[in-house]
C-alpha cells in the first residue's frame, strides 16, 4: 500500500513554517498590545454590547445583577455590574465603561472585570436565532431541561443549577459546543447528503468526486452554523481543524499527525490571538491531542474496539488536566464516557425530535438524570505535578514506553481519586 504524502516534507519545512507562524502571531499581539495600551488610557468609553449572560448577587446586603458582557466594537469579553434588575436587562444594552488604569495586557485578551454605567437598554430585538431559542423553550415545561437543549443547540450558558449538576455528571465537555458536536454534525449531514446525491451524481456526472461535492456543501452548513451560535473558541478551532482535514483528504495528504495539530493551533493563534487565553479552547486541544496519541499507537485495531478505547482513553489521560482547574470530583463521573457514548445517538435524535416537535419525548430521563445527587470531594493537581504530567504526554509522541508509563499515571491517579467514594 502507498504511504499517503506528509503536511511536511521534513523538518526543516515544518519548522520554517512554525516559526513563520509564530512571527505572525507575535506581531498580532504586538498590535493589541497597542490597542490595550489606547483602551486603558482613556477616562471613559461608549460601547453596544451583548449580554451573553446575567445573575443576581447579594453582597453585603445591596443587590448586584452581574453581567457577563461583549463588546463587538472592541472585540472583548469582560464582567460589569449594575444595580438594574436581571429582568429589566435586555440581551443588548449600551454601556459607558470606565477603563481600570491597572488593567493588566492578559486581562484585557482575556476575560476582565470593567466598572461601567448603563445608558440605554435597547429592546429585545426579534431574530432567527430567537426564533429558534423560543421554538425549543415552548417544547419544555422545565426551565432547566429548555436550558440543556439550548446550551447543546446554541452555545447559550448554562444556569448556575444545570452547570453543577452536568459538572457533578463529568459531562461539561458534552454540554459545551465543541469538536464532538461538529463531528456528530458533519457525520449525519454527509450521510444524508450522500444518500441523496449519489443516485444524481451516478446518473448525470459519474466523474464527480462525492468527498468534495458532498464535504463542499456540508462545510458550508456547518460554516453558517458555528457563525449562527456565535462562534465559541472550542467550535472554531474545530470547524478550522475540519476544514483543514477536508482539504488534505481530497489531496491524499496524511492527517492524523501531530505537526497538522501544532500548525493548525498556530494558525488559529494567527487569525483569533485571544484564543490564547482561552481555557475551553486548550481544552479541547488537550483533547484532541489525547485522541492522537492514542490513535498513534493504536490505529492497527478493530474499529469498534478502537471507538471504546478512545472514549474510556480520553476520559483516564484528560482526568488530571481537568484537575489541574476544576478539583471537584463525584463518583458519577465515572458514567461520563458511557454518556458520551450514548450522546452521539442521543445528539441528532434530539434535533430531529425538536424539528417534529416532540423535543420533550427524553425530557423526564433527563430530569432524573440531572436531579442524581452524589457525594463529592475536592482535589486539586498541584502545578508540578500538572506540567510534569503535561511534559510526559508530549514525550510520549516519541517514546512508546513513555506512553505506556503515562497510561500507568493516568489509571493510578483514577483509580486514587474514585477508590475513597467505594471505601467510604
Same mark, same amino acid.
Given at each position: 500500500?502507498?504511504?499517503?504524502?506528509?503536511?511536511?516534507?521534513?523538518?526543516?519545512?515544518?519548522?520554517?513554517?512554525?516559526?513563520?507562524?509564530?512571527?505572525?502571531?507575535?506581531?498580532?499581539?504586538?498590535? @493589541?498590545?497597542?490597542?490595550?495600551?489606547?483602551?486603558?488610557?482613556?477616562?471613559? *468609553? $461608549?460601547?453596544?454590547?451583548?449580554?451573553?449572560? +446575567? $445573575?443576581?448577587?447579594?453582597?453585603?446586603?445591596?443587590?448586584?445583577?452581574?453581567?457577563?458582557?461583549?463588546?463587538?466594537?472592541?472585540?472583548?469579553?469582560?464582567?460589569?455590574?449594575?444595580?438594574?434588575?436581571?429582568?429589566?436587562?435586555?440581551?443588548?444594552?449600551?454601556?459607558?465603561?470606565?477603563?481600570?488604569?491597572?488593567?493588566?495586557?492578559?486581562?484585557?485578551?482575556?476575560? +476582565?472585570?470593567?466598572?461601567?454605567?448603563?445608558?440605554?437598554? $435597547?429592546?429585545?430585538?426579534?431574530?432567527?436565532?430567537?426564533?429558534?431559542?423560543?421554538?425549543?423553550?415552548?417544547?419544555?415545561?422545565?426551565?432547566?431541561?429548555?436550558?440543556?437543549?439550548?446550551?447543546?443547540?446554541? #452555545?447559550?450558558?448554562?444556569?448556575?443549577?444545570?452547570?453543577?449538576?452536568?459538572?457533578?455528571?463529568?459531562?461539561?465537555?458534552?454540554?459545551?459546543?465543541?469538536?464532538?458536536?461538529?463531528?456528530?454534525?458533519?457525520?449525519?449531514?454527509? %450521510?444524508?447528503?450522500?444518500?441523496?446525491?449519489?443516485?444524481?451524481?451516478?446518473?448525470?456526472?459519474?466523474?464527480?468526486?462525492?468527498?468534495?461535492?458532498?464535504? %463542499?456543501?456540508?462545510? &458550508?452548513?456547518?460554516?453558517? *452554523?458555528?457563525?449562527?451560535?456565535?462562534?465559541?473558541?472550542?467550535?472554531?478551532?474545530?470547524?478550522?481543524?475540519?476544514?483543514?482535514?477536508?482539504?488534505?483528504?481530497?489531496?491524499?495528504?496524511?492527517? !492524523?499527525?501531530?505537526?497538522?495539530?501544532?500548525?493548525?493551533?498556530?494558525?488559529?493563534?494567527?487569525?483569533?490571538?485571544?484564543? @490564547?487565553?482561552?481555557?475551553?479552547?486548550?481544552?479541547?486541544?488537550?483533547?484532541?491531542?489525547?485522541?492522537?496519541?492514542?490513535?498513534?499507537?493504536?490505529? =492497527?485495531?478493530?474499529? $469498534?474496539?478502537?471507538?471504546? &478505547?478512545?472514549?474510556?482513553?480520553?476520559?483516564?489521560?484528560?482526568?488530571?488536566?481537568?484537575?489541574?482547574?476544576?478539583?471537584?470530583?463525584?463518583?458519577?463521573?465515572?458514567?461520563?464516557?458511557?454518556?458520551?457514548?450514548?450522546?452521539?445517538?442521543?445528539?441528532?435524535?434530539?434535533?430531529? &425530535? =425538536?424539528?417534529?416537535?416532540?423535543?420533550?419525548?427524553?425530557?423526564?430521563?433527563?430530569?432524573?438524570?440531572? +436531579?442524581?445527587?452524589? #457525594?463529592?470531594?475536592?482535589?486539586?493537581?498541584?502545578?508540578?505535578?500538572?506540567?510534569?504530567?503535561?511534559?510526559?504526554? !508530549?514525550?510520549?509522541? *516519541?517514546?512508546?514506553?513513555?506512553? *505506556?508509563?503515562?497510561?500507568?499515571?493516568?489509571?493510578?491517579?483514577?483509580?486514587?481519586?474514585?477508590?475513597?467514594?467505594?471505601?467510604?
Amino acid at each position: 500500500m502507498l504511504e499517503k504524502p506528509k503536511l511536511f516534507l521534513n523538518l526543516k519545512e515544518f519548522w520554517f513554517v512554525i516559526i513563520f507562524l509564530f512571527v505572525l502571531f507575535s506581531i498580532r499581539l504586538f498590535f @493589541l498590545h497597542q490597542e490595550y495600551e489606547t483602551f486603558k488610557s482613556k477616562p471613559f *468609553y $461608549y460601547t453596544d454590547v451583548q449580554v451573553i449572560q +446575567s $445573575y443576581e448577587k447579594w453582597n453585603e446586603d445591596e443587590y448586584h445583577t452581574i453581567l457577563k458582557l461583549y463588546s463587538p466594537t472592541l472585540d472583548m469579553n469582560f464582567f460589569s455590574r449594575t444595580k438594574i434588575r436581571q429582568s429589566d436587562i435586555s440581551d443588548k444594552i449600551r454601556l459607558k465603561l470606565f477603563p481600570n488604569k491597572e488593567m493588566r495586557f492578559f486581562e484585557y485578551l482575556g476575560t +476582565s472585570f470593567i466598572q461601567s454605567q448603563v445608558k440605554e437598554i $435597547y429592546e429585545k430585538q426579534k431574530s432567527s436565532k430567537s426564533s429558534l431559542l423560543g421554538l425549543v423553550k415552548s417544547q419544555h415545561s422545565e426551565p432547566l431541561i429548555a436550558n440543556f437543549y439550548e446550551a447543546i443547540f446554541f #452555545a447559550v450558558p448554562l444556569k448556575k443549577e444545570l452547570r453543577e449538576s452536568v459538572s457533578s455528571l463529568g459531562v461539561s465537555h458534552l454540554i459545551a459546543l465543541s469538536g464532538f458536536h461538529l463531528a456528530i454534525l458533519w457525520g449525519v449531514l454527509f %450521510f444524508l447528503f450522500r444518500l441523496l446525491y449519489r443516485p444524481i451524481q451516478q446518473k448525470f456526472f459519474p466523474y464527480r468526486f462525492d468527498l468534495f461535492d458532498v464535504g %463542499f456543501m456540508v462545510l &458550508l452548513i456547518l460554516a453558517w *452554523y458555528v457563525w449562527f451560535v456565535d462562534a465559541p473558541p472550542s467550535l472554531v478551532r474545530s470547524y478550522t481543524m475540519l476544514l483543514v482535514a477536508w482539504l488534505l483528504l481530497i489531496f491524499g495528504m496524511e492527517l !492524523l499527525s501531530f505537526s497538522f495539530l501544532v500548525t493548525i493551533i498556530l494558525l488559529l493563534l494567527v487569525v483569533f490571538p485571544k484564543m @490564547l487565553l482561552s481555557l475551553a479552547f486548550w481544552f479541547s486541544v488537550t483533547g484532541v491531542f489525547y485522541i492522537f496519541l492514542l490513535l498513534h499507537y493504536f490505529s =492497527h485495531i478493530n474499529k $469498534y474496539l478502537l471507538t471504546l &478505547l478512545i472514549t474510556f482513553g480520553i476520559f483516564v489521560l484528560m482526568l488530571p488536566i481537568v484537575h489541574m482547574i476544576f478539583p471537584i470530583t463525584s463518583l458519577f463521573q465515572l458514567t461520563s464516557p458511557i454518556l458520551s457514548l450514548l450522546f452521539s445517538l442521543f445528539y441528532p435524535l434530539s434535533i430531529f &425530535l =425538536h424539528i417534529v416537535g416532540f423535543g420533550n419525548f427524553l425530557d423526564e430521563k433527563l430530569l432524573q438524570l440531572f +436531579s442524581l445527587q452524589s #457525594a463529592e470531594k475536592s482535589f486539586l493537581v498541584e502545578g508540578f505535578e500538572g506540567f510534569t504530567y503535561l511534559f510526559l504526554s !508530549l514525550i510520549s509522541i *516519541y517514546s512508546k514506553w513513555v506512553f *505506556y508509563f503515562l497510561i500507568f499515571l493516568s489509571l493510578s491517579f483514577s483509580i486514587w481519586l474514585f477508590s475513597g467514594f467505594l471505601v467510604s
